[in-house]
């Protein structure tokens, strides 16, 4: 081969996959789905004070703004058997409950914030420095069985995810 037949290949090869790219990116041609069952919160929300064990990445956080009553204590419960259902990776995520008020309940650890822009009819998932990632919507729509087991399924895909890196 002569020499002006490699330089004129290796510029093919150089160049082909960066004009790709480019059109790629420019016909907004990318996947619109997802393989996470929660909601990603788009917002940055970061809970202020945010104290976590040093082993914990994950938390799993309740909603509770004026203490924990009715609905919050079976939404703890199925979060504890979520928790529960981890195993031998439970000891890396937590169970919290979000609350304005110093309201104890039952061994559950609780985080005293502003609730203003969070649902009170939602799960959140946060990370071991205090941001709000995915949000599991509580609705009549979706049955609480679907809700906790795409909670279970993005934790463990998390965890292991944060075991490989």
Request: aromatic residues 8%; hydrophobic residues 45%.
């Amino acid at each position: 081969m002569s020499r002006k037949m490699v330089v004129s290949l290796f510029l093919v090869c150089f160049i082909t996959p960066l004009i790709s790219a480019y059109l790629f990116l420019q016909s907004n041609w990318s996947p619109n789905t997802t393989v996470n069952n929660g909601l990603l919160v788009t917002e940055n929300i970061i809970i202020t004070d945010w104290q976590t064990p040093e082993r914990r990445l994950w938390s799993i956080a309740v909603m509770a703004p004026n203490g924990c009553l009715g609905m919050c204590i079976a939404t703890i419960e199925s979060v504890n058997k979520v928790h529960l259902a981890l195993g031998k990776h439970n000891e890396h995520v937590g169970v919290v409950l979000l609350s304005e008020t110093e309201a104890a309940f039952n061994k559950t650890e609780i985080v005293k914030t502003q609730l203003n822009r969070l649902s009170e009819d939602s799960i959140y998932l946060v990370d071991h420095m205090g941001l709000i990632v995915l949000e599991y919507p509580l609705s009549s729509d979706i049955s609480e069985e679907i809700v906790f087991k795409g909670l279970l399924t993005d934790i463990k895909k998390l965890l292991k995810y944060a075991r490989s890196s």
